[in-house]
């Protein structure tokens, strides 16, 4: 059934659009015509619905035919347009076909004309729907290569190559791209070259097809794996090939990935072990294979052939389960075979179509060994309980040597404690008058395993004595294992049997000496504590017995000595009385400072916000200053013992008063971290600068030398930092930092 063309004319004169339709109607009857009296209605016709062709008049009152193409071309810029006109002129026409009309008829006298002008419509209405056919075929042709990754190609005898969009977006290559067969063969990457271009000429010379996979590597340095099939047509003259390329690359990653995961399936069935096996719907080995059947007395694909209700007749639990499997149901079960433990779980494959097992696929893996090392790490976590409740370095000792025996099932088990340089035997499982052993081990001296680990260490896995020039205490041991405990000892393992300790002895067992080490430190750092708290104690009882003696064996002297000054003042007038007076003062001040420095030591335990320029104040005026002037420019808070910087405050300022002279004038300022207190004074000289906070460090002849040695330790106290230098008028700046400020509430 051929489809009809939907025609639109467009003339002013609707007599003549009456007649030619009617005419066209009786000349072709495929044609379903629609009529406009004007170009804006014709567009408006356009706009709102589809034609196969327009048929317009040249002269019309609101423009003419050019112009009237030109405004349908912005409409559909591939509709057949015809121009039938009554005005026929070559310039019209030449006219007409420079605008692109499809085609150019003068109106005539007659109804042979519209014959005629049936024809020209049927021809360009052809002409147009193949063409649209053809770009529909080039879009599905472009989509398909995109869907499929691949591309079309072809050359001739001559070289001249063809490649389509997809091939070049294969080859990551321009559209301005020139291909020949050169070119082509330049993309293969070089080990596939040789084998690309002898398909090639074998299709040229031999007429063979050929389809082969090789690696590209593309204009942008990209390698991928693509298939090019291609086969020689007869065409012409020159022998030409004709093929596709596709893009296989994700492919290829997907079987190699695929073939590393066979390959460790394989290793993995190879050297783990377990057991797979795959059943037919009747529990007939198909597949028998796995390093786990090693344990079992059988070889891969031995029981290949047997029905399993045969090979483990009597076992029920085994078959009771494969009968469940059979029937589709996932088993995931424990059997014991040959006192071997086996996990094992049975994966029935269902037919979609049926519905019936078609065979069943199970793994059985040997967890034999696991499960031993999982109640071997129960009992050393039990173990490890006791070693933490120990009380003493020996009971540590005895519960190594009891679980190496009972948990590790060592033979013989012994433990030596590192002292003075020596390896000294204090805890074994045997009878040391029956086994022959190293009781006394020199460090420096000797080369046995016990010295030898403890130096490096190590752990030393020994699987034959025999090969070692040491030798042993007996020698009918073979094999050891022996683990340092820190710098506290070593832990020994002992068999008459060659390669009696495999990796997991050595992982249990340096599990277990971990824990008697960080216990062995324990009690070690208590032991050294205790010691400490105890010459602490001591050390304070005979601090206080130095500061009774200061605050009452010195100070009764001296007010006697004040007393007796006085009254020898009363009887006589000597200017030595004076340096007597002065001495006292001094002797005073340093009972003063001593006693201070000595009764304040430690940490800040407690602290309250405390505002500087306040404190600063109140210490002023508890200090004889004399002459000299305090400038506080800071109203920071900080947290701080209040009496203890009360102390601090005072110091400072009796210090600056001693060194600067009783006129200095001494500011008390803020920094982004502390405070400072500086004064006008002569300095503290740089050299001394460090020295200022030692204790019994003084420039002045008559100070202490405790001054600031007590600021430094109330600085200390905090947890704040203090250090000396020069103030903005050259003289001395002692600045306090690494105070956190404290914000008003």
């Known amino acids: 059934m051929e489809r009809r063309i939907r025609l639109l004319h467009v003339d002013d004169e609707p007599d003549f659009l009456e007649t030619t339709t009617l005419l066209l109607g009786r000349t072709d009857t495929e044609f379903d015509i629609t009529t406009a009296t004007?170009?804006?209605?014709?567009?408006?016709?356009?706009?709102?619905?589809?034609?196969?062709?327009?048929?317009?008049?040249?002269?019309?009152?609101?423009?003419?035919?050019?112009?009237?193409?030109?405004?349908?071309?912005?409409?559909?810029?591939?509709?057949?347009?015809?121009?039938?006109?009554?005005?026929?002129?070559?310039?019209?026409?030449?006219?007409?076909?420079?605008?692109?009309?499809?085609?150019?008829?003068?109106?005539?006298?007659?109804?042979?004309?519209?014959?005629?002008?049936?024809?020209?419509?049927?021809?360009?209405?052809?002409?147009y729907r193949a063409e649209q056919e053809l770009e529909q075929i080039r879009d599905f042709f472009e989509e398909a290569e995109q869907l499929g990754n691949l591309g079309a190609w072809e050359f001739d005898g001559s070289g001249r190559a063809v490649w389509t969009e997809g091939t070049r977006r294969i080859h990551e290559v321009e559209e301005s791209?020139?291909?020949?067969?050169?070119?082509?063969?330049?993309?293969?990457?070089?080990?596939?070259?040789?084998?690309?271009?002898?398909?090639?000429?074998?299709?040229?010379?031999?007429?063979?097809?050929?389809?082969?996979?090789?690696?590209?590597?593309?204009?942008?340095?990209?390698?991928?794996?693509?298939?090019?099939?291609?086969?020689?047509?007869?065409?012409?003259?020159?022998?030409?090939?004709?093929?596709?390329?596709?893009?296989?690359?994700?492919?290829?990653?997907?079987?190699?990935?695929?073939?590393?995961t066979n390959q460790r399936l394989r290793t993995l069935v190879s050297n783990v072990p377990l057991i797979l096996f795959v059943l037919d719907s009747n529990g007939v080995f198909t597949v028998s294979e796995g390093k786990g059947l090693e344990n079992l007395g059988l070889v891969p694909g031995e029981v290949v052939g047997e029905s399993i209700f045969d090979v483990y007749e009597g076992r029920?639990?085994?078959?009771?389960?494969?009968?469940?499997?059979?029937?589709?149901?996932?088993?995931?079960?424990?059997?014991?075979?040959?006192?071997?433990?086996?996990?094992?779980?049975?994966?029935?494959?269902?037919?979609?179509?049926?519905?019936?097992?078609?065979?069943?696929?199970?793994?059985?893996?040997?967890?034999?060994?696991?499960?031993?090392?999982?109640?071997?790490?129960?009992?050393?976590?039990?173990?490890?309980?006791?070693?933490?409740?120990?009380?003493?370095?020996?009971?540590?000792?005895?519960v190594l040597a009891e679980a190496g025996e009972r948990i590790l099932e060592f033979?013989?088990?012994?433990?030596?404690?590192?002292?003075?340089?020596?390896?000294?035997?204090?805890?074994?499982?045997?009878?040391?008058?029956?086994?022959?052993?190293?009781?006394?081990?020199?460090?420096?001296?000797?080369?046995?395993?016990?010295?030898?680990?403890?130096?490096?260490?190590?752990?030393?896995?020994?699987?034959?004595?025999?090969?070692?020039?040491?030798?042993?205490?007996?020698?009918?041991?073979?094999s050891g294992l022996t683990v340092?405990?820190?710098?506290?000892?070593?832990?020994?393992?002992?068999?008459?049997?060659?390669?009696?300790?495999?990796?997991?002895?050595?992982?249990?067992?340096?599990?277990?000496?971990e824990h008697a080490r960080a216990k062995l430190g324990r009690l070690a750092d208590r032991r050294r504590l205790t010691e400490r708290s105890e010459a602490l104690e001591q050390q304070n009882e005979r601090l206080e017995q130095f500061t009774g003696f200061v605050s009452h064996d010195l100070r009764n002297p001296l007010n006697v000595a004040q007393l007796e000054l006085e009254l020898a003042a009363r009887e006589c007038d000597s200017d030595h009385l004076d340096s007597v007076a002065d001495s006292h003062d001094r002797m005073e001040a340093l009972i003063d400072d001593i006693l201070m420095f000595t009764r304040k030591g430690g940490s800040v335990e407690t602290t309250e916000p405390i505002a500087l320029d306040s404190i600063a104040d109140d210490c002023w005026e508890n200090v004889d200053t004399a002459d000299a002037t305090l400038t506080v420019k800071t109203d920071r808070r900080i947290a701080a013992d209040r009496r203890r910087l009360q102390q601090l405050f005072e110091n400072l300022f009796r210090?600056?008063?001693?060194?600067?002279?009783?006129?200095?004038?001494?500011?008390?300022?803020?920094?982004?971290?502390?405070?400072?207190?500086?004064?006008?004074?002569?300095?503290?000289?740089?050299?001394?600068r460090e020295q200022v906070f030692e204790s019994g460090y003084s420039t002045n002849q008559s100070g202490t030398g405790l001054g600031l040695a007590i600021v430094a330790e109330i600085v200390d106290a905090h947890g704040w930092a203090v250090r000396?230098?020069?103030?903005?008028?050259?003289?001395?700046?002692?600045?306090?930092?690494?105070?956190?400020?404290?914000?008003?509430?």
Not at 204 to 216: K, N
Not at 219 to 225: L, V
Not at 658 to 687: L, M, N, S
């Open 316 to 398: 029920n639990r085994i078959l009771a389960d494969t009968r469940r499997a059979l029937d589709g149901e996932q088993v995931e079960t424990t059997h014991e075979i040959d006192g071997r433990v086996f996990e094992t779980t049975y994966q029935p494959i269902v037919n979609e179509e049926t519905g019936k097992v078609e065979q069943v696929i199970g793994v059985a893996v040997d967890a034999t060994e696991r499960q031993q090392h999982e109640r071997a790490l129960a009992a050393l976590h039990d173990a490890t309980d006791e070693i933490v409740d120990a009380g003493s370095e020996q009971e540590v000792y005895e």
């Open 411 to 478: 033979d013989l088990v012994a433990v030596d404690a590192a002292r003075d340089g020596i390896l000294e035997q204090v805890a074994c499982n045997f009878d040391p008058e029956e086994y022959p052993h190293h009781e006394r081990t020199s460090l420096a001296d000797d080369d046995t395993f016990g010295a030898r680990a403890y130096r490096q260490g190590e752990t030393i896995v020994v699987d034959d004595i025999g090969e070692y020039d040491i030798a042993p205490a007996d020698p009918a041991y073979r």
């Open 38 to 127: 004007s170009a804006a209605e014709g567009l408006q016709r356009l706009q709102e619905e589809q034609f196969d062709c327009v048929v317009s008049d040249y002269e019309m009152p609101d423009t003419d035919g050019i112009e009237f193409l030109e405004q349908v071309r912005e409409t559909d810029p591939a509709v057949p347009f015809i121009l039938f006109t009554g005005r026929g002129s070559e310039a019209i026409a030449s006219e007409a076909i420079s605008a692109g009309v499809t085609d150019y008829l003068q109106k005539q006298p007659g109804a042979d004309q519209y014959e005629l002008l049936a024809n020209r419509i049927k021809n360009a209405v052809e002409g």
């Open 724 to 745: 000396a230098t020069e103030s903005e008028d050259g003289g001395a700046r002692i600045e306090v930092t690494g105070i956190e400020t404290e914000h008003e509430p």
């Open 655 to 688: 210090n600056a008063v001693e060194h600067a002279g009783h006129d200095v004038t001494i500011t008390v300022g803020g920094t982004e971290t502390g405070f400072f207190v500086a004064d006008d004074g002569p300095g503290i000289p740089a050299e001394g």
């Open 484 to 513: 340092p405990i820190g710098e506290y000892g070593v832990f020994q393992g002992i068999s008459p049997e060659a390669a009696a300790f495999d990796e997991t002895d050595r992982e249990l067992a340096e599990i277990l000496v």
């Open 177 to 260: 791209f020139e291909p020949t067969v050169e070119t082509g063969i330049e993309f293969c990457h070089p080990e596939d070259r040789e084998r690309i271009e002898s398909a090639v000429t074998r299709a040229v010379e031999d007429g063979e097809p050929y389809d082969v996979e090789a690696r590209l590597l593309t204009a942008g340095g990209n390698e991928r794996w693509v298939r090019t099939r291609g086969k020689p047509i007869d065409d012409g003259p020159e022998p030409t090939i004709r093929g596709f390329i596709q893009d296989i690359t994700e492919r290829k990653e997907r079987e190699q990935r695929l073939e590393e």
